[in-house]
Nanobody, 125 residues
Framework: QVQLVESGGGLVQAGGSLRLSCAAS????????MGWFRQAPGKEREFVAA????????LYTGSMKGRFTIDRDNAKNTVYLQMNSLKPEDTAVYYC??????????????????WGQGTQVTVSA
């Protein structure tokens, strides 16, 4: 089993920044593709970003590329999501996810094996 615990959410004004963290425990962290999804009220869950085990290759949803950056520190078993130039439409619960089944290319479309509990991000206008 893998446990994922997110932190770093909160309330921020439009144009501001937040850095989300996801600490993983339980198994070899570097063997997992890690990523972030989000879900806004009344909307479907949306893929945000993912990063492969070595931390070299990343994948983003087009609308967030350039504003959001995913990275990981395998020594700390942690993946991060740096969010800049936040907009009210970024308001959502952000979920950390992990898989050792799918490759990075499939992470967006295939259900990850493990999920965190989510952290709320609220962006005020």
């Amino acid at each position: 089993q893998v446990q994922l615990v997110e932190s770093g959410g909160g309330l921020v004004q439009a144009g501001g920044s937040l850095r989300l963290s996801c600490a993983a425990s339980g198994r070899t962290f570097s063997s997992f593709v890690m990523g972030w999804f989000r879900q806004a009220p009344g909307k479907e869950r949306e893929f945000v970003a993912a990063i492969e085990g070595r931390g070299v290759t990343t994948l983003y949803t087009g609308s967030m590329k350039g504003r959001f950056t995913i990275d990981r520190d395998n020594a700390k078993n942690t993946v991060y999501l740096q969010m800049n130039s936040l907009k009210p439409e970024d308001t959502a619960v952000y979920y950390c996810a992990a898989t050792d089944t799918w490759t990075l290319a499939l992470f967006k479309s295939h259900e990850p094996n493990y999920w965190g509990q989510g952290t709320q991000v609220t962006v005020s206008a």
